[in-house]
């Protein structure tokens, strides 16, 4: 009988919950470039760069090693 119950009470929800909306994807790598940036390491920007080489902060992590070599 409790698992009846339940079942009823599943089916009284109504429509399943809106998902939220998706992240941006251009905000997160936003958000890594900005922690990369802050540990200022040249590890943490090799690795941004490994990970999103094709994005346009990807250049700005580039410049940033350029300057950590001089």
Do not use: C
Not at 15 to 34: G, H, I, K, N
Not at 47 to 67: N, T, V, Y
């Amino acid at each position: 009988m409790v698992g009846k119950a339940n079942a009823d009470e599943r089916g009284k929800q109504g429509p399943a919950a809106s998902m939220p909306m998706a992240r941006d994807p251009s905000a997160a790598v936003a958000e890594e470039y900005e922690a990369a940036r802050r540990q200022g390491t040249r590890e943490a920007f090799e690795l941004f760069i490994a990970r999103h080489g094709d994005s346009p902060l990807a250049e700005q992590a580039r410049a940033e090693l350029k300057r950590m070599s001089r």
